[in-house]
């Protein structure tokens, strides 16, 4: 490993950080080296505050020596005006004479205009370090700027006999598949992504809240699919205390509005959207427009398994992370059938963990 890959892959670990807060925007990772020693580091804010640039630089306790250093990102530094001015120029009026960059943004608004600026005003630029880990870093920037689309996770849990639900069930709640240790990890999923995605059926099954109760992270926004819009408002997932976007073929009245009969939404984003169930080979695609539309990266999906199974159909998903019980039912739902290339597959005390990548 030479030093510029040694710095580059210390910017991914502390791009970690910003794993769940960031989105939309890359969770990236920047130091600054000065005589072979790192003077400062920083990566991006929750969305609406600093970049990662700016808060390497300003965390420089001695910045006579920025204009002695040189800076390490693991993305190309923005170029335009958006929640905060551009990062290049905060390069640039530093007077810091080298960048070494991870990889370009392909975003629109930079796609090498940082890269640009900064060589036009005497910056000596390096691009490419360690590409193929910085692109796998920010694979939901990635793929919701190049596909168009959110980054695709399918989660389920099934048991040993292969099924995700029993035939029959007593009340309305979850039929536990997995330990309460592989539950908290999928809440711990849950902070990192932008949103949710369940159908109908899991929320009558169920009743859902969906959020990170069991992990100190931020909720994801809740999508709910609910074709005819037959969801009673006394559903958990109508609790007004996240934001929920449902998706629909036909509009209900009071949806979108803060108060519906005897049920109070403060803060729930009803944005009720549209889907042309008809479609019936592209309703995942039409999801993942809608979503796109409403600037989400990335949406991890628990299902049920008609919801799971369109996706898989489509083609549209990126990593499955699929748990494996000691449970049998006999009878009950399948489990989606798919074909993915397996990453790593671990126990979680008696829990079978496998993560698939759909290359």
Request: hydrophobic residues 35%; contains cysteine.
């Amino acid at each position: 490993m030479n030093i510029h890959e040694k710095y580059i892959k210390r910017c991914i670990e502390i791009g970690k950080n910003g794993l769940g807060t960031t989105a939309p925007n890359p969770m990236v990772g920047c130091v600054i080296v000065h005589d072979q020693t790192i003077i400062g580091e920083g990566f991006t804010s929750p969305y609406g505050g600093a970049h990662a640039e700016v808060n390497a630089i300003n965390s420089v306790k001695n910045q006579d020596l920025l204009p002695k250093s040189t800076l390490y990102v693991t993305l190309e530094p923005c170029s335009h005006f958006g929640k905060t001015p551009p990062c290049a120029d905060a390069i640039i009026n530093y007077k810091i004479p080298k960048v070494i960059i991870g990889t370009i943004d392909t975003h629109s608004n930079v796609a090498g205009k940082g890269i640009e600026r900064l060589k036009a005003s005497g910056c000596e630029v390096i691009v490419g370090v360690l590409e193929d880990e910085v692109k796998e870093h920010h694979k939901r920037f990635f793929t919701f700027h190049n596909k168009k689309r959110p980054y695709i996770i399918l989660k389920w849990a099934e048991t040993a006999d292969g099924f995700i639900a029993p035939s029959t069930r007593n009340e309305q709640k979850p039929v536990w598949i997995t330990n309460e240790l592989s539950r908290q990890l999928v809440h711990k999923w849950r902070a990192e992504e932008q949103a949710i995605l369940v159908g109908t059926n899991t929320v009558i099954e169920d009743n859902p809240s969906l959020t990170t109760r069991d992990w100190n992270g931020k909720n994801p926004i809740r999508i709910v699919l609910d074709k005819n819009s037959r969801l009673p408002k006394n559903f958990t997932v109508f609790d007004g205390k996240v934001k929920t976007i449902m998706i629909s073929e036909k509009d209900v009245a009071g949806s979108t509005d803060t108060q519906d009969d005897n049920f109070e939404y403060p803060h729930l984003s009803a944005n009720l959207e549209f889907l042309n169930w008809d479609l019936k080979d592209k309703i995942a695609q039409q999801i993942c427009t809608i979503l796109f539309n409403q600037n989400i990266n990335s949406v991890i999906i628990e299902g049920g398994r008609q919801t799971l199974q369109t996706f898989i159909d489509e083609g549209l998903w990126d990593e499955a992370r699929v748990f494996k019980g000691t449970i049998n039912f006999t009878t009950g739902t399948k489990a989606p059938h798919f074909s993915g290339r397996l990453l790593s597959e671990e126990k979680i005390i008696n829990d079978t963990l496998k993560l698939y990548t759909h290359d």
